[in-house]
């Protein structure tokens, strides 16, 4: 899997848009790009994941460079129950589900 | 959607004793689960990939002896803590893949709620 960097902790107003961003300069051309969140306590939640194009669906948007070496995150209206460790994950589809998590970015969104 | 249930939530167990976690996927068939283990304030660390009806695969440094993995069926894996130590003391994490779904579907895992053991 390819190595992911992320900011450690990100602070979000209420109601505002949150973008998480995510690097992977070292991704491979088959390598997909997940993101997970943690909610304190709670198993890690599937939000999206994407190859190249971007996504969108009910929790949130995700944008990946055209040169796919970073991609953002991006939750549109942030709620307090949106404050969670965020995990960016890189891996090939055929992997049979296997995931690394690194450390994340803890975001806190603030009334 | 898909569901992992995870039991027991919480559990205090006496050192020297064995404690016994269940995954189950409640509503589709998981051909391969993944264990999880998490300390406070750090993320989670992959301990192993459980295979239906195949013994499980470690990551390096996980001891197979001490944290027993199995996969009888397609929707139940279990994790054995053996002989339990204050050190052991942990979130556990399980996850499960959907099998129909694949890659089609793309591969995500589901979690469950974590089990929260403390050993005394």
């Known amino acids: 899997d390819a190595k992911t960097t992320q900011p450690p902790s990100m602070d979000c107003a209420e109601g505002r848009a949150a973008n998480l961003p995510c690097n992977h300069s070292?991704?491979?051309?088959?390598?997909?790009v997940y993101w997970y969140r943690q909610i304190h306590s709670q198993g890690p939640q599937y939000i999206i994941h994407g190859l190249k194009n971007n996504e969108t669906n009910e929790m949130a948007s995700l944008i990946i460079t055209e040169d796919r070496k970073s991609s953002t995150l991006i939750l549109p209206h942030a709620t307090l129950r949106d404050t969670a460790v965020y995990y960016c994950i890189v891996r090939v589809i055929t992997n049979a589900g296997k995931s690394t998590f690194g450390d994340g970015t803890t975001l806190t969104v603030k009334p | 959607g898909a569901v992992v249930s995870q039991h027991p939530s919480r559990v205090i167990c006496k050192s020297g004793t064995s404690v016994k976690i269940e995954c189950r996927s409640l509503d589709f068939q998981a051909t391969t689960m993944f264990w999880y283990r998490q300390f406070p304030k750090q993320s989670l660390m992959l301990m192993a990939t459980?295979?239906?009806?195949?013994?499980?695969?470690?990551e390096q440094g996980v001891e197979k002896d001490k944290f027993l993995i199995n996969h009888a069926s397609l929707t139940l894996s279990t994790l054995t803590v053996t002989s339990a130590h204050p050190e052991d003391s942990s979130f556990y994490i399980c996850?499960?893949?959907?099998?129909?779904?694949?890659?089609?579907?793309?591969?995500?895992?589901?979690f469950g709620a974590g089990s929260r053991l403390t050993v005394l």
């Open positions: 459980s295979n239906e009806g195949s013994k499980a695969t470690y």
């Open positions: 070292t991704i491979s051309g088959n390598e997909y």
């Open positions: 996850s499960a893949r959907n099998a129909a779904a694949g890659q089609g579907a793309g591969d995500v895992l589901t």
